[in-house]
């Protein structure tokens, strides 16, 4: 897969930021985010959308996110909060 | 399934519908029944009980159910049409512990076909979900999975899925009585029935995209847009159809006036404008329609009361070109002016037919000239057709099956043969 557009890439963090798939970025640090990161990140997001889970952000994975959805965090353990998931 | 952290210790919750849809054709005893009928697929589960009560009723109710639009004094605002539709909050002590919120600006409906809206009956389940304590989930069938999903059919015989089933269990415990015996809704008054689910066979008919003869083709955004009267398909980069029934022009492009009943061209600017095109004048949009809109396309160059077939803009020079039957215009957009010395021939396009639906340039850069069920591709950067131009457009493109196989016949033909063919 082409590697994405800074523009796809920077919305693609923007909304993974914002539905818990990345931490919040520190406002101390520099916003640097390994592509390991976000690779992983990419991937979880793929399984909820139900996409093949690649971690690539690709033009598939940038469409789902234009999907329409629920306002909340997908991803609540950032916030501590209690997760239980069947085997 | 995933936990949000919290749950009610009590077992019997309250709720109300604080604010309706303002635009929305759901009436507001609609909206109350899906609401009873969504709860209540929560409640067949466990041995919660879910009340209605009246405003003069105190305090106020476990759940609060309201349609607000962008900024609503909590931390998730609205954001229009599409993206964002809903929300709610997990269980707790908070006032707003429970209190779901609709985005006003959503087509909310009920019993048509996906495309059409968005279903509120299938979002306000999943929406309860959140508000009895469950997180959104990644199994293939749970409600609770983040995204739209479509609708979910008769509210009356929804049952959900064992995954979310095995997580609202664990917050409550199972039911004492099996989900049929159960009371599950203890209305103010008797709810209407539920609004009758159409028959398969939608009640407004639509164009079949398959017969081609589109009146607008374009590239927006990555996606390929195909007008046809006063609907539109889209299809996503990875080559599959938003949906296969189209969805309203005028429900999408709002400000687009209600007396253009066709698009004949469309186009992405490379500023990242999108033009509409319809008889001699045209709109453009951005996230919006602009204002002062429509524009009278001798503003490209066009002579008085012209009208255009094509309109797209080549990447490899950065100009659009405006075609009509078999002449075609250059407009400069860095310069905003038209390129003089024209109309020109439309045969510097090689094997191009003439008066084309319209011609768009894919994500790979490949031109594409669409006419009737046709299409005729011209690689990056060429003016020359594929010498197998042209094609079907509906099998490669918009999910349709490919025409049979014909055998030429012996004998004579009724054919006509143009120039370019």
Redesign the interface.
């Known amino acids: 897969a082409p590697e994405p557009s800074a523009h796809d890439l920077s919305l693609g963090v923007d909304w993974l930021t914002r539905y818990g798939y990345l931490p919040p970025p520190h406002p101390g640090q520099l916003q640097l985010r390994s592509p390991l990161k976000l690779r992983d990140a990419v991937k979880v997001m793929q399984r909820f959308a139900g996409l093949p889970e690649t971690g690539v952000l690709d033009a598939v994975t940038v469409a789902a996110m234009r999907r329409p959805r629920c306002s909340l965090p997908d991803v609540l353990g950032l916030a501590g909060l209690v997760r239980r998931r069947r085997r | 399934?995933?936990?949000?952290?919290s749950a009610w210790k009590k077992r019997v919750l309250t709720w109300r519908v604080q604010s309706f849809p303002r635009g929305s054709a759901l009436r507001p005893d609609v909206v109350r029944t899906l609401m009873h009928f969504a709860l209540a697929a929560w409640g067949a589960e466990t041995d919660l009980t879910f009340r209605e009560v009246g405003t003069q009723d105190t305090p106020e109710p476990d759940i609060l159910i309201g349609f607000s639009q962008n900024f609503h004094e909590d931390s998730?605002p609205?954001d229009g049409p599409?993206?964002?539709?809903?929300?709610?909050f997990f269980p707790g002590e908070h006032p707003i512990s429970g209190d779901t919120h609709f985005d006003d600006e959503?087509t909310w409906t009920f019993g048509v076909k996906d495309g059409e809206g968005?279903d509120l009956f299938a979002?306000a389940v999943?929406?309860f979900g959140?508000a009895l304590g469950l997180?959104?989930s990644?199994?293939?069938d749970s409600i609770m999975?983040?995204?739209?999903q479509g609708p979910v059919g008769d509210p009356a015989k929804y049952r959900l899925s064992q995954?979310d089933r095995?997580g609202l269990q664990?917050l409550y415990g199972k039911a004492s009585q099996t989900p049929s015996a159960k009371p599950t809704r203890k209305p103010l008054t008797a709810p209407p029935q539920p609004p009758a689910l159409p028959p398969d066979s939608p009640s407004t008919p639509f164009p079949d995209r398959c017969q081609g003869n589109f009146d607008a083709i374009a590239n927006i955004r990555?996606?390929t847009f195909f007008f046809k009267g006063p609907w539109f398909w889209r299809l996503?980069?990875?080559g599959q159809l938003v949906s296969p029934r189209p969805a309203r022009l005028h429900r999408f492009w709002e400000g687009l006036p209600a007396d253009v009943r066709t698009v004949q061209a469309a186009y992405s600017r490379p500023d990242g404008r999108i033009l509409l095109f319809s008889g001699s004048r045209f709109w453009v949009f951005r996230d919006r329609l602009r204002e002062g809109e429509p524009r009278q396309l001798t503003a490209l160059g066009l002579p008085e009361g012209e009208q255009v077939d094509a309109v797209f803009s080549w990447p490899q020079n950065g100009k659009t070109y405006l075609v009509r039957g078999g002449r075609y215009w250059r407009y400069d957009e860095a310069a905003q002016r038209a390129d003089p010395g024209y109309p020109r021939d439309l045969g510097l396009w090689e094997g191009a037919p003439l008066a084309p639906d319209d011609v768009t340039v894919s994500?790979a850069g490949d031109t594409y000239f669409v006419k009737g069920t046709q299409y005729w591709r011209f690689p990056k950067g060429t003016v020359q057709a594929d010498p197998d131009s042209p094609q079907p457009l509906g099998p490669q493109w918009l999910d349709c099956p490919r025409p049979p196989q014909t055998t030429p016949q012996p004998g004579g033909c009724n054919c006509q043969c143009e120039i370019n063919q």
């Open positions: 399934y995933a936990l949000g952290g998730y609205f599409g993206g964002t539709l809903a929300h709610a959503e968005t979002v999943h929406e959140h997180g959104h990644s199994a293939p999975r983040p995204f739209y995954d095995e664990q990555g996606e996503q980069p990875s994500n």
